[in-house]
């Protein structure tokens, strides 16, 4: 119930999700993702990463300001943990 609401929340702030793709590229405002085929993004102004059982985040070094990595991207925790991650996140966007 909980993700349901919070998920209703971001829908209704026009944020769009994109679930199993693979981040190819940033340039600038322009993102490039992967699924079964590439799609380009324009105009971004915010990104969420949240990936698989490991820590991943490939902006890490250029310290982008909006990015926000939550969950096991960015650091191994229990689910819980993730959630409250997600959460603080949307609250912001």
Do not use: C, W
């Not at 209704?12 to 490039?32: E, P, Q």
């Amino acid at each position: 119930m909980f993700f349901r609401t919070e998920l209703a929340k971001l829908k209704a702030k026009h944020v769009k999700i994109y679930l199993s793709h693979k981040l190819i590229n940033v340039d600038g405002n322009k993102l490039t993702l992967q699924a079964n085929e590439e799609i380009t993004l324009s105009d971004v102004d915010k990104i969420i990463l949240t990936a698989g059982m490991k820590s991943y985040n490939p902006f890490k070094q250029d310290k982008m300001t909006n990015v926000f990595v939550v969950g096991d991207a960015k650091q191994v925790a229990k689910a819980q943990e993730a959630i409250a991650d997600g959460y603080k996140v949307q609250a912001m966007i």
